[in-house]
């Protein structure tokens, strides 16, 4: 126990702010070096003020579209062990998004959502909540294939990747795609294979519900997942016209999505990190297109801000309050 709280501390106070720094410093080095950077800096300046900014509060509106399509599809997940209010679901999302803000790949969020649960559902919620991510993941993995298959000339004459390591990358995709679906769309079939092993018999009931999963419900989660992916890209591309990052639908839609790709298969181990990364393969694959790094880096930087940093404020204070119910809760029993 000891071991993993050292674990933790070395991450989240030494590992975690080094690689920000380090990604920080990769990002100001590329944006220094951009050519007519005071003139960036005037356009940036000039879309505050113009009917651009617009796009800005449309972002912020898409962010609470976002985090409600995924309450929805929570709830319509939670709902064979326990029927609960859509704000309710939403006040458990943010409150997930608050905890997923501090862990690395963002597992707290599990954490934060259950605490909305009836007691002796919270941990049966877990492996519905799992079902709802890999949903999201596999939509990921989907369009991000695709945008590698139709970016695959620009990336290779950019020399960002080799021939063979698209290749390897693409086919590599493919198969993780193809497991996780059959997976996914197999999975009420497997737990019930697996309630036979003698060895599980005593976990069956803490994923007993995904035995009645069907079809339906299956493609509902990933319907709402590919409709959270396509606000994703509708804000991004919102913040690229805000910021004159120079490119057409076509190129955000795929660039964008190769970068969701790289971020779900590289593991971000602290909050900055996140932002760090976040910032260093958008510029990557966005300056394919366009040399507005400063603009590229504010439309990174605002995503972040709004679709994490805000709902998690906003998470926190729904967690104090939960706190409070909790501890009031046990004054009564004492």
Excluded: C
């Amino acid at each position: 126990m000891k071991l993993n709280k050292n674990i933790k501390i070395f991450i989240n106070y030494f590992l975690g702010p080094l690689l920000f720094v380090w990604l920080s410093y990769s990002i100001y080095k590329q944006v220094s070096h951009q050519p007519d950077l005071e003139d960036k800096w005037n356009g940036i300046r000039q879309s505050f003020s113009s009917s651009k900014v617009f796009n800005l509060a449309g972002v912020i509106l898409l962010m609470i579209v976002n985090w409600g399509i995924e309450s929805f599809k929570w709830k319509l997940a939670v709902q064979k062990i326990q029927r609960i209010s859509y704000f309710t679901a939403f006040k458990a999302i943010l409150s997930g998004t608050s905890f997923s803000a501090t862990t690395p790949n963002r597992v707290g969020e599990y954490l934060g959502r259950v605490l909305y649960m009836n007691e002796g559902n919270r941990l049966k919620a877990i492996s519905l909540t799992i079902v709802g991510s890999i949903s999201q993941l596999i939509t990921t993995l989907f369009m991000g294939w695709l945008g590698l298959i139709l970016l695959q000339k620009q990336i290779e004459a950019s020399q960002l990747l080799s021939g063979i390591w698209m290749q390897v990358i693409i086919y590599g995709v493919s198969f993780v795609l193809l497991i996780l679906t059959v997976f996914y769309f197999r999975l009420p079939w497997i737990i019930k294979w697996t309630d036979r092993l003698p060895v599980m018999r005593k976990y069956t009931w803490l994923v007993k519900e995904l035995e009645d999963f069907n079809a339906t419900l299956m493609l509902q989660l990933l319907s709402l997942s590919a409709l959270r992916f396509l606000v994703f890209i509708i804000q991004y591309y919102l913040l690229f016209r805000l910021f004159n990052v120079d490119v057409t639908w076509w190129q955000g839609l795929w660039a964008v999505s190769v970068s969701f790709l790289v971020m779900a298969v590289i593991p971000s181990i602290a909050l900055f990190t996140d932002l760090g990364l976040r910032g260093e393969v958008s510029f990557k694959l966005l300056g394919l297109f366009s040399s507005n790094t400063i603009g590229i880096s504010f439309a990174s930087f605002t995503i972040w801000v709004i679709n994490l940093i805000i709902p998690a404020l906003a998470g926190s204070l729904l967690i104090l309050s939960i706190k409070k119910i909790f501890k009031n809760n046990n004054n009564e029993r004492i």
